[in-house]
Nanobody, 115 residues
Framework: QVQLVESGGGLVQAGGSLRLSCAAS????????MAWYRQAPGKERELVAL???????NYGDSVKGRFTISRDNTKNTVALQMNSLKPEDTAVYYC?????????WGQGTQVTVSS
C-alpha cells in the first residue's frame, strides 16, 4: 500500500512561484514512477510532470520551462517547483505514484493564481 500526502499549495499572484511537496509512505522505491497531475474546474485531469527512476523528467507542454519536478529518494518525497505562474495554472494538484502497475493518488492541494 502507498500513501501520498501533498503540501505547499496556496494563493499566489501571477508571475510568482510556489513549491509543492509530496510525501510518500509505503512501498515506494527509487525506480517508482511518480508524477504531478492537475485538474481545473470543468476540465479533465492532466499530466503536469513525470519523473522515473532514471532518465529525464517529462513535462506537459503548458508548463515546460516554468515547472521543475524533482525527487529525494532518501526522504521519499517528490517536489514540484512552479515558477512564472499564470492564472491558467489554477487547479487542484495531485501527486501520483505507479507501484507495479497500480496507481495511487494523494488527496490534492489547491493552487490559485490571481491575475
Amino acid at each position: 500500500q502507498v500513501q501520498l500526502v501533498e503540501s505547499g499549495g496556496g494563493l499566489v499572484q501571477a508571475g510568482g512561484s510556489l513549491r509543492l511537496s509530496c510525501a510518500a509512505s509505503g512501498n515506494i522505491f527509487s525506480t517508482t514512477p511518480m508524477a504531478w497531475y492537475r485538474q481545473a474546474p470543468g476540465k479533465e485531469r492532466e499530466l503536469v510532470a513525470l519523473i522515473r527512476g532514471a532518465g529525464s523528467p517529462n513535462y506537459g507542454d503548458s508548463v515546460k520551462g516554468r515547472f521543475t519536478i524533482s525527487r529525494d529518494n532518501t526522504k521519499n518525497t517528490v517536489a514540484l517547483q512552479m515558477n512564472s505562474l499564470k492564472p491558467e495554472d489554477t487547479a487542484v494538484y495531485y501527486c501520483y505514484a505507479n507501484r507495479l502497475g497500480v496507481g495511487y493518488w494523494g488527496q490534492g492541494t489547491q493552487v490559485t493564481v490571481s491575475s
